[in-house]
C-alpha cells in the first residue's frame, strides 16, 4: 500500500513551522513536502525502525519516501523551518535586544539581596496576565509598552527584568524553557510549540529567576522550571535550570 501525504509549509519565518510526519506501518509512505521559495525545511526522525535516519535540509519541495511494509512499527519525522535550537534561542536574543533601552555593562560587585529586591518590585507591580499583543515565541514589547500596558507574561517579565538589571551594569540573559511534563520531541529540530515559557540568568550569580511563578521569583528546588531543560538565549547552550 502506497500512502501519499501532502505537506504545504508556506508560513513566513517568524516565529519557526514545526510538524510531525507520521509513518504508517506495513505501508511505502511518501511526503510530498512544498515550502515557500526561499524557506528551508529541517528534517529529524532519530525514531525511524529501519535504522536510517531521515536527517537534513530540504529547500523548496522534496519527496520524501519511508518504505515500513516490512515493519510492524510506525514512526515520527519532525521538521521545522529552524534549523537548530541553537538558533531558535539566539532568535529570541536578537528580538529581546532590540526591544531593550538600557546597554548593559559588567559591574564588578553584585548584591543578590539587590537582584532580589528588582525581581519583587516588578512582580508586585505588574500583574501576570497573557494579552495578544505578546504573542508568538518571541517578545514584542518593549519595556515601554508593557508600563502602558501594567500587566506582564513570563516574556514581558524577563524584558523588563533583563532592562532593569542591566541600568544597574548586572549582566543577564533569557532562557527559553517549558512548563510541560515531557522534554522536547528532538533535541535536533527545536519545537516552538515546546518552548512555551521563558525564565532570566545572571551568570555571575548562576541564579534563575523566574517572575512568573507564584512566590519568590528566585528559581529554587521547589520551583515549577528546577530541573527543567532549557536554552540560553545569549550563546544557544542548552542548560539545567537549577
Aim: aromatic share 8%; net charge negative; hydrophobic share 35%.
Amino acid at each position: 500500500m502506497l500512502v501519499v501525504r501532502l505537506v504545504k509549509v508556506t508560513d513566513p519565518l517568524v516565529d519557526g513551522v514545526l510538524g510531525t510526519l507520521y509513518m504508517d506501518a506495513g505501508s511505502i509512505n511518501r511526503h510530498i513536502i512544498t515550502a515557500a521559495e526561499g524557506i528551508p525545511i529541517y528534517l529529524d526522525s532519530p525514531e525511524m525502525m529501519d535504522g536510517s535516519i531521515h536527517r537534513g535540509k530540504i529547500n523548496g519541495s522534496a519527496v520524501l519516501d519511508d518504505d515500513r511494509r516490512g515493519s510492524e512499527e510506525g514512526s515520527y519525522t519532525i521538521f521545522s523551518t529552524i534549523e537548530s535550537w541553537p538558533d531558535h534561542a539566539m532568535g529570541y536574543e536578537r528580538h529581546l535586544r532590540a526591544l531593550l533601552s538600557n546597554p548593559s555593562t559588567n559591574r564588578h560587585e553584585i548584591e543578590l539581596g539587590d537582584v532580589d529586591a528588582i525581581a519583587g518590585e516588578l512582580k508586585g507591580r505588574f500583574p501576570y496576565q497573557v494579552t495578544a499583543d505578546n504573542s508568538g515565541v518571541y517578545p514584542q514589547n518593549s519595556p515601554d509598552r508593557i508600563r502602558q500596558l501594567g500587566v506582564a507574561d513570563c516574556k514581558d517579565y524577563v524584558t523588563l527584568f533583563i532592562d532593569s538589571l542591566s541600568a544597574q551594569g548586572i549582566y543577564s540573559t533569557a532562557v527559553i524553557t517549558s512548563l510541560k511534563r515531557e522534554p522536547p520531541r528532538s533535541l535536533v529540530v527545536p519545537d516552538p510549540r515546546w518552548s512555551n515559557h521563558v525564565v532570566a540568568y545572571i551568570p555571575a550569580l548562576g541564579v534563575y529567576f523566574d517572575l512568573a511563578a507564584e512566590g519568590n521569583a528566585r528559581v529554587s528546588q521547589t520551583s515549577a522550571v528546577y530541573g527543567k531543560l532549557g536554552f540560553r538565549t545569549d550563546t544557544g547552550d542548552p542548560v539545567i535550570i537549577r
